[in-house]
């Protein structure tokens, strides 16, 4: 078949089109629909090979398969002559088909070997199979032979000969011995091509007697064996070194051929004493990489699928220490019959003209014969429209009825091919063949290829219209192709619509629509990243994905490019992956893939699983001293986290037996560290490993290496010298350990003396002790100590000296000279003079001031004790302040010298006066008689005056609605007044009152406290209740009367048919906002509700609890129609018809105002 045949992927057989340089020709599509009533010459479509070798015992089967319209009869010949399929009973022709069954069973095979050939026909033409050679496949015995036995002296080279005999097809060749195993192979012994085996030297032990060479034949799957062949090798006068020389192929060079397309094996096998070593080169050129191979220990050269520039001059090359041998192989490349160009079928309508080419190459060139329904072109009926050009058949104005097979036959001496090609002259109108309004979607930025494939003769011309109307030329960004098909180079969402195709020739037109979709991509918006996970945690990767929301979308895991393991662990959610409790097995790279119908986007990312290390193996000591070893270990696995360091301990097996210490650290990537060790230590090491994760287990403890005695290397430590008590010297110190003992018998020799004196150092030698007492010291003398280690093998180094103070006891003396000086009325300074230093007798600490207030300088004496104070000042002082006293007060101080042991006696008691001060606040203040327009304040007096009370000073000022302050108005008060009134206030006003007491030093802080002159006070005991005034009694009576009169009025006109003034009412409230009438002037002004009162921030609500009805309430009630009616006290009704109720207070800037009596009315509400 042709191999540039085009298939359009999604419906049947497709539009071919054949361009040469005369016409177009097309194959006829094999669809039923298409093919109803359309004629088609005959076409092989499946025969056997040209060489076909059957087995013996198995029926032999011809192919030949072949199709046409009408369906083609089938013929055979055998060796050029017919071969008449029914008059053998042991053949069969299967129905419908050419292919041909022979039974062979109880008949000779022999006898149906040969050359067949098939031919298929029917009214149209005649079209031939291959010529296909029929051969029985053979496995032959091996002629019987004796062997002689081999007998060779050690180091000769030696060839064992198989020549098998000749099969169908050749028998694999190979060596075994009785026991059917095969004979190792190696650079010294190989097997060669011809299945003869080479030694290039013998040994003693290649003797043996059973050397079979065994013949294998494909076929019949049976194998032949040789007689064994027996060697024995000598060893009483072996042959010397020698230099290399070929055993095969012989001489200095040689030729081989090989055919175009196959494989090239070139051999070269050499004896030699060393075994040579063999190596290939080409003269003038390279060997072709990615077709050669070496086999059989560099000895041959195969090279695959061989070309004409493989030709050339081959060099092996075998070589030992005592010298070189070559050898070139001169390589033809010879070349059966190949196709460059096949003729193809053509489909021509009458009056036009084609042509069938037939390119072939081959070495040597080919010989191109023609044939016309199987028979010689040159024998063929005469026809005027065809001429033979050697390779080309030109056919020119054809006519119907003219439709034939044409084969070109090209044969050399290595092969033939052979093609069939009909000519088939049809009139048809078109017709198209990609199924009607299909849909194509394809993702933007990518082609688009929208089919229209049509088969018509004369072929259809092809054109394009978008959505029916815009008419689509060839050029950017469109591309038509040869076959009909529509490419857009780059689609894009514009160019989404309805396309239609016409196909038209000479006989008719014929459209089709199809529609194209263009999707946007599947994109991944967030890839997931490297992930570094600890064993047994849990690894997640995200991968956030966009996609065209008509396309449903897919997401798969994979790892390592395959399917995520069958484990629970696996999490996959919509876009992301979790992996729990993570182990080794899991490392790997995930991907994850999004799949559409369209398109798809992946990304992926690798998991590494990171663990403690593997704890070291197989610790050594070595390069033991005195004093230090070498410690070398194997480092454990890593775990994917390199090791940063190693932590080498030990156990002292000695004195802390299970107990490791630390003694060193060195870097990861060793593995030997040299230790400084202590001696009279039983030394046990383990090494740690460190990486990011942690630290692995401890290794296996080493040997022991214990260091022998020696004397102490230190002294102990934190040497210390204190009295605890007068006449005493604590020594005290940090014991070594056993470890630093350095030896059995460890003691401390602990020495002293008094500093600055002229005396020997006193010592004692204690053991097992921490501390050392000396008795019988002077108190708080400086002494010079010094505590050195020894044992049975020496003393430890010199102590360093120390020193240290005996014992303290009481200070003697107190302080002299005792001054105070006051600088105010909360603060005084005392001095003193300091006591001697010996006196103290110890480390002066500081001193205490000790003062206490006896009373206050208005207070008699003998009152309540009061609490003493202390204060401590550090250090040699001689001063100090006493802050935080009481103003006109009495106080008595003394003070004490102190130090580590104690107090000292105190100094005698001085006393001293403060001055006065301001006075504390008032204890209280209240409001006892709120009036109208005055209030009385009540308060008491401080609770500390601190001084001469001089009196009060009284300050006040009022606070309107809206929190702003008024004038502050300020009166001083004498000292023995706790009551005042104030007068000629404003009524229903909040005032806010300051007051604080002064002494000649001024007044102190102010108590505050606030009031309002109206019932709203914080007594409700001591509101004026306004309904039980006269003035608002007669009010109210006079109003009851009004409205009675109103109440005639309006009865009366109703019943006259007027309009009654409730409709009127009821008309006018339709208006959310209603006037209220003035009391001024009797005009209606504008009503608003954010003018109630509110009390001040901070103030409290009135005492009597009254809440005022929310003004903007809209009832029957308002209009005296159902609701709650109200009624004054001598029962008149005194509901409203009035509107809205007024405000509680006029507008203004005044500071209080009388109630009007409509307020007074809601007030009952």
Known sequence: MDRNRKW???????????????????????????????????????????????????NIVIHCEAKGKPHPSFSWTRNGTHFDVEKDSKVLMKPGSGTLVIDISGEKAEAYEGTYQCTAHNEHGTAVSNRIVIRQSRSPLWSKERNEAIVVQMGVSLVLQCRPPAGLPPPVIFWMDNNFQKLPLDQRVSQALNGDLYFSNVLPEDSRQDYICYARFPHTQTIQQKQPISVTVLDNSPEGEHRPRFMMPLGASSTKMVLRGETLELECIAAGLPTPDISWQKDGGELPSGRTTFQHFQKTLKISDVNEDDAGNYRCTATNKLGTAEHIIKVNVKAAPFWV???????????????????????????????????????????????????????????????????????????YLMANAFVNVLAEAPRVLTPPNRVYQVIANNPALLHCASFGS???????????????????????????????????????????????????????????????????LKQPEYRVVQRGMSAAFECKVKHDPSLIPTMTWLKDNGELPDDERFLVDTDSLTIKDVTDRDEGTYTCVMNTTLDQDSASAMLTVVEKPDPPTDLELTDQTERSVRLTWIPGDEHNSPTQQFLIQYEDLLHEPGVWINLTEVAGTSTTAQLNLSPYVYYSFRVMALNSVGLSEPSQSSSQYRTNPAAPDDNPTDVRGEGTEPGNLVISWTPLTGFQSNGPGLEYKVQWRQKDVDEDWSSKTVANASRFVVSGTPTYVLYEIKVQALNDYGNGPDAEVVTGYSGEDLPLSAPDSVQIMVHNSTLAEVHWEPVSLPSVRGKLQGYKVYYRREHGLHETAGGAEQQEHVLTFSGNRSEGRLPGLEPYSIYNVSIRVLNNKGEGPPSPSKRFDTPEGVPGPPSFLKVVKPGLDSLTLEWGPPMKNNGRLAGYILKYQPVNKTNELGPVKVMTLPANETTFTLDSLNSSMLYKFYLSAKTIKGPGP??????????????????????????????????????????????IKRNKGGKYPVKEKEDAHQDPEIQPMKEDDGTFGEYSDTEDHKPLKGSRTPSNGTVRRDESDDSLVDYGEGGDGQFNEDGSFIGQYSGKKEKDTHEGNESSEAPSPVNAMNSFV
């Open 341 to 415: 160009s096949a003729p193809r079928n053509l489909i021509l309508a009458p009056n036009e003209t084609g042509s069938l080419t037939c390119r072939v190459s081959g070495e040597p060139k080919p010989k191109i014969t023609w044939f016309v329904n199987g028979v010689l072109i040159e024998n063929a009926p005469e026809d005027r429209a065809r001429k033979v050009d050697d390779d080309t058949v030109i056919l020119s104005n054809v006519q119907s009825g003219s439709s034939a097979v044409y084969q070109c036959n090209a044969s050399n001496e290595f092969g």
């Open 1006 to 1051: 102010t108590i505050t406290g606030e009031a309002f002159t109206v019932m709203d006070t914080t007594v409700p005991s001591r509101q004026v209740d306004i309904a039980t005034q006269g003035w608002f009694i007669g009010l109210m009576c006079a109003i009851a009367l009004l409205i009675l009169v109103l109440l005639i009025v309006c009865f």
């Open 8 to 58: 359009v992927p999604g419906f049947g057989p497709a539009l071919l089109i054949l361009l040469s340089h005369m016409t177009s020709a097309l194959e006829v599509p094999l669809d039923p629909k298409v093919l109803e009533g359309l004629p088609q010459p005959p076409t092989i479509t499946q025969q056997s090979p040209k060489d076909y070798i059957f087995d013996p015992r198995e």
């Open 458 to 524: 004369p072929i259809p011309t092809i054109t394009w219209f978008k959505d029916s109307q815009t008419s689509i030329k060839d050029g950017d960004p469109y591309v038509i192709h040869v076959n009909g098909t529509l490419e857009i180079h780059v689609a894009q969402p514009l160019n989404s619509g309805k396309y239609t195709c016409i196909a038209t020739n000479n006989l008719g037109i014929k459209e089709n629509h199809v529609f194209l979709e263009v999707k946007e991509p599947t994109r991944i």
